[in-house]
């Protein structure tokens, strides 16, 4: 019975370290493999092409990091202005790096409401 109550003890702790671990997102390198197959998508505010391999790993960052204290926003909720707001704020709370930062807002703005 103590053997039972250990190993399920040990269980919930594994549980919880991985549940707990910081999580790692592809970056700009990584996400321009995944990225090649990707067609330009067109800026819904610009009507510009932006950059494929930088839109597909700022979808990947907004996927994984921007969803970790709260459900993922529809990006064509917000127009490009007020996401440069909601970016400014939750930048700093995510803890991206320059780099993700700009993937992200390539990614947001070119499919941010017109």
């Keep these: 019975m103590k053997m039972k109550r250990l190993l399920s003890l040990l269980l919930l702790l594994a549980i919880i370290m991985i549940a707990c671990s910081k999580k790692t997102v592809a970056t700009k390198e990584v996400a321009t493999e995944s990225a090649q197959a990707v067609q330009p998508e067109t800026s819904k505010s610009t009507g510009e092409v932006a950059d494929v391999n930088l839109i597909a790993a700022g ?13 993922m926003k529809p990006t064509d909720f917000y127009t490009p202005d007020r996401w440069d707001g909601i970016l400014k704020t939750m930048v700093p709370k995510a803890k991206l790096t320059e780099g993700e930062t700009e993937q992200v807002t390539a990614y ?4 941010a409401k017109k």
């Design 108 to 111: 947001v703005k070119a499919n």
């Design 59 to 71: 979808k990947t960052i907004y996927e994984t990091k921007c969803t970790r204290c709260h459900g």
